[in-house]
Structures are given as structure tokens and as C-alpha cells.
């Protein structure tokens, strides 16, 4: 009905504006991905996990311990990405201290996949995207991840992971 009759101009109007005017904008030397996993934190991790097993009915990895993280890490597969679920590991766990902040957990962060980290890098740099390590640490899925301050990306904490 109405809504579809109204977008599709709309639609058309977008493409075409943006491509006349891409010549003006600098190509990037990295591309943005899909969506890979929302992150979140959780006070009682096998709570957490029964939930989406036993209730929901979803597939759940076993746990595995990320040191060089401090954090215990659990993933809910779901049909188009998943669930990352955090439990604090150490007692210098960026989760524990959120959990602190956030006694019954929430959403700790979204991760992004990249197709070049590294040149990612380099370009937010010049962006003023505050990355919050020198060089990409190797995340959970054994890929090279990096995380850019909440502060620079309006209130959300997004890890970037090479595809």
C-alpha cells in the first residue's frame, strides 16, 4: 500500500544522488562486513546458557577461557550471526568491572567483520577513532580483532574482526 508507493522513489532518489556524487567521495582502502556477533555480558554464565539452550532452543558452544581477554566466552548461534555471551575471567576482567556497573549484565559490545584490519586501522587513525590497542589482538574465532573507543562511535563499544 501506502508505504510501498511513497519508498520507492525515495530509494531510487538515494541511488542515484549517490552515484553522481561518489566521485567525490575517496574510495576506502578497507571494506565494512556483516554483522558477526553481538557481545554480551553476563553475571551467571551457565544461567545465561540454559537460557538460550534449554529455553529458546538454540545451538550453544561449549565455554573457553580467553586469558589475554580476561573473559570466559560462550557463542549462541543463531541464522544470520551470533551471540557472543561474557563472564569475567581474572580479576582484571573488563567484564567484571562492567558487571560492577551493570549487576544483571547487558549488551558489552558488537563486532564487525573487516576485510583489511590493518588498513582499517590506519584510516580510522586519521579519523580520530580512538582505538583502544596498538596492534589487533587475536579474539575468540582465532582472527586478529581490535576495539575502538565507545566515546568515538556514539556510546557503543564495536570490535572490528578480520574476515
Known sequence: GLLTRSSAPTIRALSSSSNSSSQNIPSCLWKLGRLNHVAIAVPDLE???????????????KTVALPEHGVYTV???????KLELLHPLGEKSPIASFLQKNKTGGMHHI??????????????KKKKIRILSEEPKIGA???????????????????????
Do not use: R
Open 75 to 81: 557463542f549462541v548461534e543463531l541464522g544470520n550471526t
Open 111 to 124: 563486532c564487525i567483520e573487516v576485510d583489511d584490519i590493518k588498513a582499517a586501522m590506519t584510516e580510522l
Open 141 to 163: 574465532h582465532g582472527k586478529p580483532v581490535i576495539f575502538l573507543h565507545p566515546k568515538d562511535c556514539h556510546g557503543v563499544l564495536v570490535e572490528l574482526e578480520q574476515a
Open 47 to 61: 544461567k545465561a546458557q540454559s537460557l538460550y539452550k534449554d529455553v529458546l532452543g538454540a545451538q550453544v558452544s
